[in-house]
């Protein structure tokens, strides 16, 4: 039998690639990761942006997404890189691409990809847990007893069930500090690890060790992600 073969001529090569921060702010921070390809698929046609495609017979815009944070998570360091066939400035694809995006679904940064792998570049992140006022004194205690800990195991559901992970060795840094409307705020450094500790992977090990639980769920934020330098989280692009 002869091998199937799509019609018509190939798609022309990718001569650019962009890597693009974005951020999920408000509401927008229940968006789901397939919710936001859908928007950003969208979002490139309505600006236009030359999008080069892959070959077959189901062609699709070439885009990688980077380790984005779970649904319900607010982050002001969401990656994703895209290739084009005809170059073009990063600044005006920012501005495209950020008018054709909601409110909401920002554009932080656009600049040319540098060489290796965007994913590799993300090796931790950057947190903010907000409080509820009331939380602050059981809170700083709990944090004081898990930072003692060597060890602190959680389990958590996985697709392929239920798996326990060590999540203490992932946190490098965490601070109470008060926010600027004088809720207390926790902010953390996690080390990207397989599987991936979250925050409220964190917030399970605060009630094993202290039986700390918030009065209501903390507002979570990704602050920032990228390579490790020297303890602290820097800049990927």
Known sequence: MAKRVPEGPAPDPAVQKLRVQYAKRGRLRFTSTRDFQRALERAL????????????????????????AATGTASEAEYFEIHLREQREPAEVKRLLDEALPPGLDV???????????????????????????????????????????????????????????????????ELVEADDGAPELRLVLRHTVPAVRPDDLLSGLALVDGFEPTRPPLITRLAQGPLVEGNVADPL
């Open 108 to 174: 932080v940064a656009v600049v040319e990809a540098q060489p290796g792998a965007l994913a590799d570049r993300l090796e931790a992140s950057q947190w903010s847990l907000r409080f509820a006022p009331a939380d602050q004194p059981k809170l700083g205690a709990a944090l004081a007893a898990f930072v003692q800990e060597s060890e602190v195991e959680v389990t958590r559901m996985m697709k392929k069930g239920p798996r326990t992970f060590d999540v203490r060795s992932a946190v490098l840094d965490s």
């Open 45 to 68: 046609r309505r600006a236009q942006v030359p999008m080069a495609y892959s070959a077959g017979f189901h062609p699709h815009p070439k885009i990688s997404y980077a380790n984005a």
